[in-house]
Antibody, heavy 124, light 112 residues
Framework: EVQLVNSGGGLVQPGGSLRLSCAAS????????MSWVRQAPGKGLEWVAN????????HYLDSVKGRFTISRDNAENSLFLQMRSLRAEDTAVYYC?????????????????WGQGTLVTVSS | DIVMTQSPLSLPVTPGEPASISCRSS???????????LNWYLQKPGQSPQLLIY???HRASGVPDRFRASGSGTDFTLEIRRVEAGDVGVYYC?????????FGPGTKVEIK
């Protein structure tokens, strides 16, 4: 069974840093693009970042570029999101999601599995 | 960037009756390989989103055939043939053709 378990959320002051983790199991983690998606309280879903299977390529939402870094450890079946210079507007539940692709050369065509989410609150 | 819109944003439904949600994109979502990069998700209250429909019209594993999706290019529709109480939640469409990947604002389905 595919499982994605999010952790690392918490309360952080504006300007602070936090590192989120996503532990994957039940599938060959290194075969899949992975993503982070967030949801501010009472709001909709917002894609944050993608990372390629081998970690060589990543893409980011403009508002987090230069502040967030997505990474992965395929040996440990783990996905990470390092968040720096956090702002109040980064407050959200952060989900990791597994990407599926139709073509070998594609990145992500859809997300088929999601973690349970971890809450990040940026407040003084 | 591709912008996704949905209508209606709120949809009160009667159990047993049909329901329909529209999703539009600001650019065509038709991939050069011939499939639409448009997916539908349902987020039930207090839960993570779950995949309902992928590539425009393909039901995900375990999704009942009461759910049907259609459309191509910029206009897509999700239909629920007979709504059940367990279908309540927020339905999102999402495009994956170009980054930034983008979700629609969501349609909240609730029982009348």
């Amino acid at each position: 069974e595919v499982q994605l378990v999010n952790s690392g959320g918490g309360l952080v002051q504006p300007g602070g840093s936090l590192r989120l983790s996503c532990a994957a199991s039940g599938f060959t983690f290194s075969n899949y693009w992975m993503s982070w998606v967030r949801q501010a309280p009472g709001k909709g879903l917002e894609w944050v970042a993608n990372i390629k299977q081998d970690g060589s390529e990543g893409h980011y939402l403009d508002s987090v570029k230069g502040r967030f870094t997505i990474s992965r450890d395929n040996a440990e079946n783990s996905l990470f999101l390092q968040m720096r210079s956090l702002r109040a507007e980064d407050t959200a539940v952060y989900y990791c999601a597994r990407g599926q692709a139709v073509l070998a050369v594609s990145a992500i065509d859809y997300f088929d599995n999601w973690g349970q989410g971890t809450l990040v609150t940026v407040s003084s | 960037d591709i912008v996704m819109t949905q209508s209606p944003l709120s949809l009160p439904v009667t159990p047993g009756e049909p329901a329909s949600i529209s999703c539009r994109s600001s650019q065509s979502l038709l991939h050069s390989a011939g499939y639409n990069c448009l997916n539908w998700y349902l987020q039930k209250p207090g839960q993570s989103p779950q995949l309902l429909i992928y590539l425009g019209s393909h039901r995900a594993s375990g999704v009942p055939d009461r759910f049907r999706a259609s459309g191509s290019g910029t206009d897509f529709t999700l239909e629920i043939r007979r709504v059940e109480a367990g279908d309540v939640g927020v339905y999102y469409c999402m495009q994956t053709l170009h980054t930034p990947l983008a979700f629609g604002p969501g349609t909240k389905v609730e029982i009348k």
